[in-house]
């Protein structure tokens, strides 16, 4: 797993650990049972605190995608085709909301847009 934080983003870097690890579920790069790196290998190796790797994984587990067996790790949980697509569907709203913001400030009707 190759995850990129970038730490100058204004997006909190737990949340950036979160998309990363979401995505390459999504992608098939992480599948059911695959396990994650500890939380402090995955710290060390994105020199962050642990806590902050936890806050992810905790969220990730609260979300759906990963189980934490207690003295095992953290593992990809087998997700379902509904939740695939809603994250999907997340993605391309998020988007779609850009580029009409960019409309807006460019001038370009929704009309056209919609063409």
């Not at 990129?4 to 992608?27: F, H, L, V």
């Not at 934490?68 to 993605?91: A, D, M, N, P, Y």
């Amino acid at each position: 797993m190759n995850l990129i934080i970038n730490t100058k983003s204004m997006i909190p870097i737990y949340e950036q650990i979160m998309d990363g690890i979401k995505a390459e579920i999504i992608n098939g790069n992480l599948r059911d049972g695959d396990a994650l790196p500890s939380v402090r290998s995955l710290a060390n190796d994105l020199k962050i605190s642990a806590l902050t790797v936890k806050k992810a994984y905790d969220q990730l587990e609260s979300d759906g995608f990963i189980t934490t067996v207690h003295g095992k790790g953290s593992f990809v949980k087998s997700i379902g085709s509904e939740l695939v697509r809603e994250e999907q569907l997340k993605i391309l709203e998020s988007d779609m909301e850009l580029i009409y913001e960019k409309a807006k400030l460019f001038g370009v009707s929704n009309e056209f847009l919609k063409e």
